[in-house]
């Protein structure tokens, strides 16, 4: 078992550009998780998956993020026309019906 | 919605015992978590406990939860110098995790 991994790990982007990142799971996890932290936070969830499904979106998901996961494996969040604002360590964390989540090392964006 | 509370910082000796403090207002959350981050790296889970327990005990680590109270706290025996890191404690049931903002524990030889 690998744990969960991410990628990039850093992503520098140009305000306006659109950005992607990529999470795989720990194998026969069937849940997905988004968050988001900024410098001096905990993590603010955004998004979960079960399995293929999206059951629950934070309302810090603005129209600008949009992810999926389209065969319950890997999952994908991109960012369109990012802002300074969305600079901030992207993390993914998986569970299986156990509820225990475990996180990646996550995705750190920087918009410039 | 659910409020999280940690001190913010806590400054130990090494061979010394931490103990981490987290106040909440939701009581209907059904785990209870303490994650470990280090610098620039994701989180590590610790521990967790569930809502109808009052004590874990796992190695150096033993979580209390006192639910009249809404107060969860870790503690780590013979704290060493590589436990030096933010602790975040977060609560849920079935879906996402709401966390504090982190206790940063610094270990002083």
């Known amino acids: 078992d690998t744990g969960v991994s991410q990628d990039p790990r850093h992503k520098i982007t140009k305000r306006g550009q659109n950005v992607t990142f990529r999470c795989d799971p720990i194998?026969?996890?069937?849940?997905l998780y988004w968050y988001r932290q900024t410098l001096g936070q905990g993590p603010e969830f955004l998004t979960y998956?079960?399995?293929?499904?999206?059951?629950?979106k934070s309302r810090l998901l603005s129209d600008r993020f949009s992810a999926e996961r389209p065969k319950g494996s890997f999952s994908t969040l991109e960012i369109q026309r990012t802002e300074q604002g969305d600079s901030a360590m992207y993390l993914c964390?998986?569970?299986?019906?156990?509820?225990?989540?475990?996180f990646g090392p996550g995705t750190r964006l920087t918009v410039t | 919605g659910e409020d999280v509370e940690q001190s913010l910082f806590l400054s130990v000796r090494e061979g010394d015992s931490s103990v981490i403090n987290c106040t909440y207002t939701d009581s209907s959350s059904t785990y209870l978590y303490w994650y470990k981050q280090e610098p620039g790296a994701g989180l590590q889970l610790l521990t967790y406990?569930?809502?109808?327990?009052d004590m874990k005990q796992d190695q150096r680590l033993t979580v209390l939860l006192n639910k009249k109270d809404k107060h969860l706290s870790l503690r780590i025996a013979d704290t060493q110098t590589g436990d030096s890191a933010i602790y975040f404690c977060?609560?849920?049931?079935?879906?996402?995790?709401?966390f504090g903002k982190g206790t940063k524990l610094s270990v002083k030889p």
């Open positions: 964390a998986s569970s299986s019906m156990k509820y225990e989540q475990y």
């Open positions: 194998s026969e996890h069937n849940r």
């Open positions: 406990i569930f809502s109808n327990m």
């Open positions: 998956f079960q399995n293929e499904a999206q059951l629950e």
């Open positions: 977060g609560l849920g049931s079935q879906g996402n995790l709401i």
